[in-house]
Each structure stands twice: as C-alpha cells, then as structure tokens.
C-alpha cells in the first residue's frame, strides 16, 4: 500500500513497503534550478536507511523538458546520491528525447541508470 511521504509543488514521493519501492514523481510546474534542487534535497531527507535496499522509480513523465548545462550539472550530484542509497534506479519517461537525454546524462557520468518508457518495465527493473 502507497503511502506519501513527502509532497510539494515540484515533487512528491510514495512509499510502497510491500513492494519495497519509493516512488518520486516530478510534477508539471515549472521552476528555476536552485528550487528544484533544494525541493529535491528537502524531499530526499524523507528517505531514512530503512529504504536502502529499495528500488526507485524517478517518474519524469510530467516533468518540463530541460537540457540545460545548468539543469543537467546541478542533478549530477543527486544522482550520484540516489545510486549510492538505492541499488536499482530507474527513470521513468514519456518520450523517446526524454529517453536519450537520461541515456547520455548517465553515460557522462559514469553511472549505470535504467531508463524506460513503460511503467510496468519500471517496476520489473526495480523488483529484481
């Protein structure tokens, strides 16, 4: 059963105990980059060591499109810090571009991410 633990206009993350899953959903609102990542940072506080071990899934499918550097510099940091706490990631997309900038976001930073178009792929990837 979901449960939300943290909730704003940006972002909003669900617990799932029975499939040990957090879910992190970005919204449609629009924002500069300083105030993502400090929702980010005041939303990532909610995930306790009780989590680790747990997939996540980072639902993007809302989110405005950027490929900003300074978009893209300032997540590098909080995905280092996901990969590190969660040992299966997997960003969640609405489109094909979507899926090619995490792809190559992720190969820039030498860290594995899953990427995917389909919700049900997401929960497989996260429940193995």
């Not at 990542?37 to 939303?43: F, G, I, L, Q």
């Not at 989590?51 to 989110?63: K, N, P, Q, Y």
Request: proline fraction near 3%; charge should be negative; include cysteine.
């Amino acid at each position: 059963m979901k449960q939300v633990v943290f909730e704003s206009p940006l972002v909003t993350i669900e617990e799932d105990p029975t499939e040990r899953l957090i879910w992190v959903r970005r919204s449609t609102e629009r924002c500069d980059v300083e105030r993502l990542m400090a929702t980010y940072a005041d939303a990532m506080s909610q995930i306790t060591r009780s989590h680790r071990g747990w997939g996540m899934i980072l639902d993007m499918r809302e989110a405005p499109g950027n490929n900003s550097d300074a978009f893209e510099n300032s997540t590098a940091e909080l995905r280092a810090k996901l990969s590190d706490t969660f040992p299966r990631v997997v960003v969640l997309v609405s489109t094909v571009v979507g899926e090619l900038q995490v792809k190559r976001m992720a190969r820039e930073s030498e860290l594995e991410t899953a990427v995917t178009t389909d919700e049900a792929h997401a929960r497989r990837i996260c429940r193995t």
